[in-house]
């Protein structure tokens, strides 16, 4: 267990935080359900979002400091308890808690067998390889079953097709200029996203090109060396920052990133976080920053 993230909780933070969980909860006049709203453990990013696009906040979630680095929205609020790692959460936290339900992405974390000992569990899947968005929508219609939240589910899946037709307008001036998604992990390598992605999927729907056209995985994305991104020509560069400002300031400096074509052209820009392997609220945010960096412009 990673030793940033205490194994042990005192009594009076745990009746504390237990006594504060039901106030997390945003009171839709739900019907009764198998697992209570109010009670509900995201040991994934994806499963924070589905819960609170049906306008439930989890009761935890792990890793919180890196979700506000590389996700930010939704944000969380303070109340919300740490349980560690998402890929090693700390077991004995979740027993202690009680949850009605424990959400976690399938295939990722601590398996199906460990997480039923301590409660309920449901496995979301990010993507069958082609359409992530697509997923996520029959994830959280499944999620919103589960607790009684189907029409939750639907309202936010309306209001979700109804944004992305009032966005559609506010590219319509680019033509095929292609656009670049990408974020820097260390001064030598950078994520880019391409086909099968979530950003692509809706690329696809506002009418955009995606600058990168290579080789990605499963998710959408792939690491490549920086020296690749200068073989980018003639598009419009995005870099979703995480807390890397010191990096950038840095890449930013070598003669490699001054002669790069998109550098050259005044065509980079840096955006806050947005997750790439999210759902419909990523989606969201996702639009409103490209509305906000490139909307209304050639």
């Given at each position: ?178 656009l670049l998604l990408m974020s820097l992990l260390d001064e030598r390598h950078a994520l880019v996203i ?9 690329m696809d729907m506002l009418g955009l090109k995606n600058g990168w056209q290579g ?84």
């Open positions: 267990m990673d030793n940033l993230f205490a194994t042990d909780i005192s009594r009076r933070r745990l009746v504390t935080a237990l006594a504060l969980a039901p106030l997390l909860w945003h009171t839709r006049g739900v019907r009764a359900a198998t697992a209570d709203p109010r009670r509900v453990v995201a040991l994934e990013w994806l499963p924070v979002e589905l819960l609170v696009a049906l306008g439930v906040t989890p009761m935890a979630v792990a890793d919180i400091t890196n979700y506000r680095l590389w996700v930010g929205e939704p944000p969380l609020p303070e109340g919300v308890i740490e349980v560690g790692l998402r890929t090693e959460p700390n077991l004995e936290l979740l027993t202690q808690l009680q949850p009605s339900l424990i959400v976690y992405s399938a295939g990722y974390g601590p398996g199906e067998d460990k997480i039923k000992r301590i409660a309920p569990g449901l496995g979301v899947n990010f993507s069958d390889g082609r359409q992530p968005l697509t997923s996520s929508r029959q994830s959280l219609i499944e999620l919103g079953e589960t607790l009684g939240l189907a029409s939750q589910a639907r309202a936010h899946l309306n209001e979700f097709d109804a944004f992305i037709e009032q966005m559609k307008p506010r590219f319509a001036a680019r033509g095929d200029r292609p391409g086909p099968n992605s979530l950003f692509q999927q809706v080789e990605v995985n499963f998710w959408g994305s792939a690491v490549i060396g920086l020296e690749r991104l200068a073989t980018i020509e003639a598009s419009d560069v995005l870099c979703f920052a995480h807390g890397d400002d010191a990096v950038m300031e840095r890449i930013a400096a070598t003669p490699l990133w001054q002669a790069m074509p998109f550098v050259r052209a005044g065509r980079f820009q840096r955006l806050p976080p947005v997750w790439f392997y999210g759902a419909t609220l990523s989606a969201m945010h996702f639009c409103r920053l490209l509305d906000k960096a490139l909307g209304g412009r050639p």
